[in-house]
């Protein structure tokens, strides 16, 4: 027997300022809120995934626990990816990298969230 699952559909992030990862998430990405269980959790979703954003406790140590390398939002065409590059730089968003074609004919950026997460915008010819 060969134990499938439905695909990576959830992650779970500390931050260290909840509020304003929220804002970026929901106001500025576009994602909505599924859950708030209490004033240190909040779960997001932009419909077939799940963001879990859990306040960093005061002795979480971001120099030596687990990192995270980036997180990645699929895109549906490789204009979008220059669509969202323009926006969020004009919204102030700490801008990582320009916009660049992969040898995979992948287009993508990467941008930081106010926690200094790096996100990633991708359009992946054949996927998306």
């Known amino acids: 027997m060969k134990l ?8 779970a992030l500390y931050v260290k300022n909840l ?4 804002t970026f998430y929901t106001q500025l990405v ?3 809120v599924a859950w708030r269980p209490d004033e240190d959790n909040i779960y997001l979703t932009s419909g ?6 859990h306040r960093a406790p005061s002795d979480f140590d971001f120099g030596t626990a687990q990192h995270l390398d980036h997180l990645g939002f699929m895109l549906k065409s490789e204009d979008d990816v220059t669509k969202w590059y323009e926006f969020l730089r004009d919204q102030g968003v700490t801008i990582k990298t320009l916009p660049k074609k992969h040898r995979d004919n992948a287009v993508s950026f990467y941008c930081y969230d106010p926690d200094g997460n790096a996100i990633q915008f991708i359009y992946l010819p054949g996927i998306t």
């Open 48 to 53: 077939q995934d799940n963001l879990a954003l």
């Open 4 to 11: 499938t699952t439905l695909g990576l559909r959830h992650l």
């Open 19 to 22: 509020d304003a990862c929220e």
């Open 30 to 32: 576009g994602m909505t």
